[in-house]
């Protein structure tokens, strides 16, 4: 699990509400501090020594430069430190100030209303680590259509594998495939610097072809090894413009003696289908052919109440912006909640996506999920791992439940 930074700098412009967050971060662990009353002066001091600030704790309501004008001033700085809210202001502030900052780019870490408790601040500071470890290729990375083209010709692109486990027994559930492009001059690629690509020029098709095709076959390797499990795919709707694919992906499944029930399609509302109809249709057809179909980024702008009603399908995933954080947030936990309803009313699996710590997995459970995703499980993994993965988690929670 995360663990706690060793510099944090403090702003805000009551010296007492400082002394007493300070003494209250010594006590968990934080070694050295800076101070600052006002925005414009903690801006001084992270010009100064900004490197070694891995933290800073602003206050929302200051004179001069507030906690706004400052989150709009650290996203230009080249190496901002992560940040957390700690103010007396009202919860809906402090949510639009997260909001503001993630827009900005910044690492939000959480707020904290004053005064601060040891219980409230501790999973902030321990998100630190966490959030700083997820590896990006940056948005600085600029893909051509030729590159893409050439890169899936050459079978450049791999998947890894993230355990999705039943919370009723515990047991694997099924493993969603995600896309990584092992790039020879730029090394690991990941998903965000090259899917709007991918979409946009066509090209998502013949890679997603070529991809259900090596998780099929993963599959059989794995069963070799003596794990049976479920592969979870993303179609992006930008590729559902082929009423043959359903046909195709049949008779694959068939070569390989794959019964379809053990592959999920994930479905998204990305980039509004050019033809609803034929989106329909073969959604439609996938599902006649015992695939499962699943929405995913339920919650979102991607994924609405209408596709409920249009889309043959048996599973809900519930997007992370309302799982992670869930268990200390009541508007989220209410959304969560009124999900699971609904998804129950319908009869349909409900996975919740991105649980990364133990409050959020005890608030899944209670609200009665039946499939958990998130690092607190376990990050996407390559194939090779999987089978000891599974190993190690079951001898972890043998005996728990049966
Ligand atoms: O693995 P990562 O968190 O970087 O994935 C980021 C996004 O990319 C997710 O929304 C995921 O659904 C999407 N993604 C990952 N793999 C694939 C894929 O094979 N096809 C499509 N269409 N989207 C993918
Ligand atoms: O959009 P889609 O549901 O396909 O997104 C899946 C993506 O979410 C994957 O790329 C995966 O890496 C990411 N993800 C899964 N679990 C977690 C989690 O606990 N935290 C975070 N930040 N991302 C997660
Ligand atoms: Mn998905």
Redesign the pocket.
């Known amino acids: 699990m995360g663990s706690i930074p060793k510099t944090v700098l403090l702003v805000d412009d009551e010296p007492f509400i400082r002394g007493l967050t300070r003494r209250i971060l010594s006590g968990l662990g934080v070694e050295s501090f800076l101070e600052a009353s006002s925005g414009s002066e903690a801006l001084s001091i992270l010009k100064a020594c900004g490197k070694s600030t891995e933290l800073i704790l602003c206050d929302l309501m200051m004179p001069d430069m507030d906690g706004i004008e400052l989150v709009r001033h650290l996203s230009e700085l080249p190496h901002p430190p992560a940040i957390a809210f700690l103010s007396g202001a009202d919860d809906m502030v402090l949510k639009a100030a997260c909001s503001l900052a993630n827009a900005r780019l910044l690492n939000v870490l959480g707020a904290v209303s004053k005064p601060i408790s040891h219980e409230e601040i501790l999973p902030i500071l321990k998100r630190l680590e966490q959030r700083a470890v997820?590896p990006s290729s940056g948005p600085t990375l600029k893909i051509g259509k030729d590159d893409l083209e050439r890169g899936i010709k050459a079978d450049e692109f791999v998947l890894h594998y993230?355990p999705k486990v039943s919370l009723k027994s515990l047991s694997l559930s099924s493993v969603?495939a995600?896309v990584r492009w092992e790039h020879p001059e730029h090394g690991m690629i990941f998903?965000d610097s090259f899917i709007e690509l991918a979409e946009s020029t066509l090209l998502i098709a013949p890679m997603t072809e070529k991809l259900v095709e090596l998780s099929f076959r993963q599959l059989q390797k794995w069963e070799t090894v003596g794990l049976l499990t479920r592969v979870a795919l993303?179609l992006s709707p930008a590729m559902l413009f082929d009423t043959e694919l359903p046909d195709r992906l049949s008779r694959l499944a068939a070569s390989l003696a794959l019964d379809p029930s053990r592959i999920i399609f994930?479905i998204?509302e990305t980039g509004a289908p050019s033809d609803e109809a034929v989106f329909l249709e073969i959604v439609t057809r996938l599902h006649m052919h015992g695939f499962v179909i699943s929405i995913?980024?339920f919650g979102t702008g991607r994924s609405s109440l209408l596709n409920l009603e249009a889309l043959p399908f048996s599973e809900l995933?519930i997007?992370?912006a309302f799982v992670?954080g869930a268990a200390q947030d009541n508007t989220k936990r209410n959304i969560l909640k009124a999900s699971v309803g609904l998804a129950k009313s319908l009869n349909l699996k409900i996975v919740a996506?991105?649980?990364?710590h133990l409050e959020d997995w005890d608030l899944v459970t209670e609200l009665g999920c039946d499939i958990v995703?998130?690092?607190?499980v376990s990050?996407?993994l390559p194939a090779a791992d999987l089978p000891l993965w599974v190993t190690q988690w079951q001898s972890q929670h043998k005996g728990r439940k049966e």
């Open positions: 997820r993230q969603e995600l998903p993303n994930e998204t995913d980024d995933k997007d992370r992670d996506e991105g649980v990364e995703q998130g690092y607190f990050r996407p």
